[in-house]
């Protein structure tokens, strides 16, 4: 599965002997009816675990991990859902070596993808405004890596770094008076702004000189939007990185 695939990726591009790493899968339930039901369904027949049973199932296998393997031994996650990603990240990031693929590793590739893209449009980060499409754990990923990068560039504090960057989930533009009802891994990016439900209009808008798709719907970046795009900047950027569900 997954874990198999990318510890593959350890050992063909990051030359780590497989003999170092270990897939693990962990099976907290589902709540799929269908497959609670299928006889052939392999996974734990049992409602999902939540909340605290959950916590404590993740807290247990966490210190077993360096109890067995060491101080050192790296933990990556792997499509963790956001509500649990960002939460296990801070926790445990000042106790182990953990790693989140789809929060940092995302993040690391499309700066290095900016970084490489200044080159042929000029300035530096600090000069552009950006405008994500998806608020979930790849777009807030990016948008705090890019957010750190242009602080570590100026010196400014990141508070104020973030106020270049502008996120819209699927109720619209992430803003202020949206605070108290969004997840809070959002709320950094929830910026002065009068609400703005679609994303042709908070282009318009916003005027991002970077565009940058991290969502789960298809068909978002249309003509209009390329167009609109265009209008502001002579030379915009923009990353289709969706990966649509459906």
Same mark, same amino acid.
């Given at each position: 599965?997954?874990?198999?695939?990318?510890?593959?990726?350890?050992?063909?591009?990051?030359?780590? %002997?497989?003999?170092? /790493?270990?897939?693990?899968?962990?099976? $907290?339930?589902?709540?799929?009816?269908?497959?609670?039901?299928?006889?052939?369904?392999?996974?734990? %027949?049992?409602?999902?675990?939540?909340?605290?049973?959950?916590? !404590?199932?993740? &807290?247990?296998?966490? /210190?077993?991990?360096?109890?067995?393997?060491?101080?050192?031994?790296?933990?990556?996650?792997?499509?963790?859902?956001? &509500?649990?990603?960002?939460?296990?990240?801070?926790?445990?990031?000042?106790? &182990?070596?953990?790693?989140?693929?789809?929060?940092?590793?995302?993040?690391?590739?499309?700066?290095?993808?900016?970084?490489?893209?200044?080159?042929? $449009?000029?300035?530096?980060?600090?000069?552009?405004?950006?405008?994500?499409?998806?608020?979930?754990?790849?777009?807030?990923?990016?948008?705090?890596?890019?957010?750190?990068?242009?602080?570590?560039?100026?010196?400014?504090?990141?508070?104020?770094? %973030?106020?270049?960057?502008?996120?819209?989930?699927?109720?619209?533009? $992430?803003?202020?008076? %949206?605070? !108290?009802?969004?997840?809070?891994?959002?709320?950094?990016?929830?910026?002065? &702004?009068?609400?703005?439900?679609?994303?042709?209009?908070?282009?318009?808008?916003?005027?991002?000189?970077?565009?940058?798709?991290?969502?789960?719907?298809?068909?978002?970046?249309?003509?209009? $939007?390329?167009?609109?795009?265009?209008?502001?900047?002579?030379?915009?950027?923009?990353?289709?990185?969706?990966?649509?569900?459906?």
């Amino acid at each position: 599965g997954i874990p198999v695939g990318k510890l593959s990726l350890y050992t063909a591009l990051g030359g780590v %002997r497989p003999s170092a /790493c270990l897939p693990i899968t962990i099976d $907290v339930g589902t709540n799929n009816e269908k497959l609670l039901k299928d006889e052939f369904y392999i996974g734990l %027949r049992q409602k999902r675990a939540t909340g605290q049973e959950y916590a !404590e199932l993740l &807290h247990e296998f966490m /210190c077993a991990v360096k109890q067995n393997y060491g101080e050192k031994i790296l933990i990556q996650f792997e499509d963790f859902a956001n &509500h649990n990603a960002f939460e296990l990240l801070a926790k445990y990031r000042n106790t &182990h070596l953990v790693f989140n693929d789809d929060i940092q590793g995302t993040a690391s590739v499309v700066l290095a993808g900016l970084i490489a893209a200044l080159k042929l $449009v000029g300035g530096t980060l600090a000069d552009h405004t950006f405008l994500f499409l998806g608020a979930g754990e790849a777009g807030a990923g990016i948008a705090e890596l890019i957010a750190l990068e242009i602080s570590k560039k100026t010196n400014a504090p990141v508070e104020e770094t %973030r106020k270049k960057i502008w996120l819209v989930d699927s109720k619209g533009l $992430v803003v202020s008076s %949206r605070k !108290e009802s969004l997840q809070h891994f959002k709320q950094p990016w929830a910026h002065e &702004h009068e609400p703005v439900k679609e994303l042709l209009n908070a282009v318009k808008a916003i005027k991002p000189t970077v565009l940058i798709g991290t969502s789960g719907v298809g068909k978002t970046f249309t003509k209009g $939007v390329v167009e609109a795009m265009t209008s502001f900047t002579e030379k915009p950027l923009i990353l289709a990185l969706s990966n649509p569900t459906s």
